[in-house]
């Protein structure tokens, strides 16, 4: 309330905020607005020019119908822990923030599917249904903060990907606001494979460039009859990545398989949740298998003889479920604890055909020395799903750019062997020069054309996810109204 | 050769074939276009102006420019064993048929993927690797003729559909030729999740209204370890429907969870792979689980659980591979099979969530005796997915119109239940008018904003996929330059 007493000339903010009610509904002083600056990537910052919490569809449409009569930027956020910059104000938007927007409407356990809101903490679904056997199968790292909404915005991942796939494989309906207003449904009652153009995979992870999700419809899993867990420690990193293809080969589908070579494994040893890692060696895999019992002793015994036969030097299987969370908290929190070993890090997150992970890692070794920078590698090796992790100090001259050019290098390499620039954290405004490693023009085009569809005057999160245009790209529409010093 | 010789003096098809090379690339005499007046989908039939007969993705492009340039509608066909519609050419296309571009590219096992071009038949594929312990896994009841990318243009399923996934969660990546003749690569090299718009999952399922499909790359499965196969008879319909229900909740995800009910098997066992299931039940359900080995057994006796729980008169497992493959035959050749008891007969392809199996049942049983005619039911459970079909005798007036409207019917009342109006054959032009039960005008209009995004002239088979604009729709280009009666 006491906020909503701070006077400010600016029109568009007293009429945006007699469009959403309650307290705490708009904020719009300088110092308020610098918590929505940037989001977990936070090399680049803008300030918004107001944040409103809208409390329904409705007053998200009104919002928007607003902003588009009135040219104003805008976008949606989340939790903000987008890591490519996807919420990050760039043209001084109106942040239509969906953090009120939170209740679960919805469980429908017969069915499978449960209607959450898009500011629903992506954590709590599965905690809301886990005494009845079920959960909800994305889990993002950051799974504890992040919201559903901007898990459908990113596509988001996460370890147990490899074998449940990834958001756009569990959503199942959305209800977004189009950029103009429109509140469309897409997919319904929670039918797969509705007819019609699939509009539900186009949104979801268009990063926020397209409408704005008010409400999700997310498949439900049936939990494992039961989970089992290995850590495998390799002298030689070739060794272990050697093992994943052969695991895959054998048939196995496991629900994670993770790597971390040894600066990851100084920086976790180092930090929260240390587990007691050997620090000389190379590679530690971390494996787990869930299904029906029966079946999974007999597949941690095929990952053993793997193992076996890529010289391994440790392998164990986790004894109880609190070892097995101590060992998840360690790879978890990985991306955190290399706070403990450098001032500063930066995350890639290239995708790469899981046969070239041997020559990939040596390559982004070579990116290592030739910059001066060490790099950690986390990754999804199931899935060939690379986190090089960039250790800088940002007080040394020069190394902030030495770590984004080593990262874009990375992402370089992937390209080149075949992949991709990003498996899980988007594009945003972090890598949108990167999309050309693996985009030519045409193909741009393709997807800008139908950015064009949903958000013909651009003011809808303008500035993210493709290149700026170049010679070959038909020029887009300037943005209008870019507003940058209206605070009070 | 022959065909060559013929006379015309319709420009078009001279210089049409010019761009294809090799013997029989284009028929345009009556005769010869009488094949391609329909697909699958025989009620409606129309002349095609002529088929060209491409070899290849760069006279897929010539072709399609050519009739960019010169107004002349057209579309691509397959085996054209669709029974939607979609292949006919309602306007008088030129049809692009792609029969001749049926390579297998690649096969890549250790990344799990084959390149295939549009043409090559689906069951071809899974024949190609069985050997090396490899399948493909969408499995359409036609798939001993239909084509890849007939599958991709329908996102076809199939029995096994409701462990694995219909057709878009196995395509990795396509090369398309646009409707102006541009050649794009959506996905590469079998990397999931690539950033961007789903461009992938857009375009399967679109229908051949979006672009013409030239190169597919698709997931390989590995075999698994065992299957097995239960037959269950059931007395009253409502006890297999809630075995159904049961099954999925126990969590077992069966590979096919198949049911049939007593007109139906009246028909099979009336057909050419009789397997003795009885006549005076009122439903059979065949269950598949396969897995690891070990796993197997413990689920088939929980599934033998559920049945008998449900008042199961006799229940079954497949004593060996000869025994299965004989009950799947039964199965497969299902909708064939309503030859022998029925002179025609119409199939519809509903969607329902499973808890609604039973009272939808119900509502198809009252639509068959208003109608007069019977409804047989054949459908994927598991999933939902219905197949009623409607029995009726066109030589008897007015019985063809009736037999549609009972089929329309049926898919009023599984979109009253909250389902959908297809699950895997496809809108076509069969149930244009019906996509109406299902989406709202602005749910139509974002979706022909898309297909105007790629296809802005409406020169590639048009008419088919949306209802006629309506009052409210925004009234779409007119069809150019359609013509019919061209032939020599």
């Given at each position: ?199 539900l995979g186009i949104l979801t992870g268009s990063e926020g460039t397209l409408a704005i999700v008010t409400k999700i419809t997310v498949r439900l899993l049936k939990n494992p009859e039961g989970k089992k867990t290995v850590l495998a420690y390799f002298d030689r990193v070739e060794d272990g990545s050697r093992a994943v293809s052969d695991i895959i080969s054998t048939g196995i589908v496991p629900a994670a398989l993770e790597m971390m070579d040894k600066t990851a494994i100084e920086g976790v040893e180092s930090a929260a949740f240390p587990v007691g890692h050997p620090r000389d060696i190379e590679a530690v895999l971390l494996i787990e298998v869930d299904g029906i019992l029966a079946g999974i002793d007999d597949q941690i015994d095929l990952i053993l003889g793997v193992c076996k036969s890529r010289n391994v ?176």
């Open positions: 309330m006491a906020l909503k007493t701070i006077k400010t000339n600016d029109v568009h903010i007293i009429n945006l905020e007699k469009i959403v009610t309650g307290p705490q509904s708009i904020l719009f002083k300088y110092e308020d607005l610098l918590a929505y600056d940037c989001d977990g990537f936070t090399i680049e910052r803008h300030l918004p020019r107001a944040v409103v919490f809208p409390k329904d569809s409705q007053e998200v449409s009104k919002l928007v119908q607003y902003c588009a009569q009135n040219d104003l930027p805008f976008l949606a956020r989340g939790a903000g822990t987008g890591l490519s910059g996807g919420a990050i104000p760039l043209n001084g938007e109106v942040i239509i923030s969906l953090v009120r927007m939170k209740r679960l409407l919805e469980i429908d356990l017969e069915n499978r599917l449960a209607v959450v809101e898009p500011g629903f903490v992506n954590l709590k679904l599965t905690n809301s249904i886990s005494d009845k056997g079920y959960y909800y199968a994305p889990d993002p790292s950051s799974q504890y903060a992040c919201t559903i909404g901007g898990n459908v915005a990113e596509n988001a991942g996460g370890a147990h990907c490899l074998k449940y796939g990834v958001t756009t494989n569990h959503i199942l309906g959305l209800e977004v606001v189009l950029p103009n207003g429109e509140i469309i449904e897409i997919g319904k009652n929670g039918i797969p494979d509705f007819p019609g153009y699939d509009l030097r440790e392998v164990k299987v986790a004894k109880d479920e609190e070892e097995r969370g101590r060992w998840w908290a360690n790879r978890k929190t990985g991306f955190g604890a290399m706070g403990a070993i450098s001032p500063d890090y930066l995350v890639q997150d290239g995708v790469i055909p899981r046969s070239k992970l041997p020559e990939v890692l040596r390559r982004i070794n070579q990116i290592s020395e030739e910059s001066g920078l060490r790099i950690a590698n986390i990754f999804h090796a199931g899935d060939g799903n690379l986190h090089p992790l960039v250790l800088f100090d940002s007080r040394k001259p020069g190394e902030t750019e030495g770590a984004i050019k080593a990262g874009s290098q990375c992402l370089k390499v992937c390209a080149e062997f075949g992949g991709s620039i990003t498996g899980e954290h988007g594009v945003g405004i972090e890598k949108k020069e990167e999309m050309r490693f693996i985009f030519n023009d045409d193909e741009i085009k393709a997807q800008t054309d139908i950015r064009e569809v949903f958000n013909p005057n651009n003011l809808l999160n303008a500035g993210k996810l493709f290149p700026t245009p170049g010679r070959c790209v038909e020029v887009k529409k300037e943005m209008k109204n870019p507003v940058k010093s209206t605070y009070y």
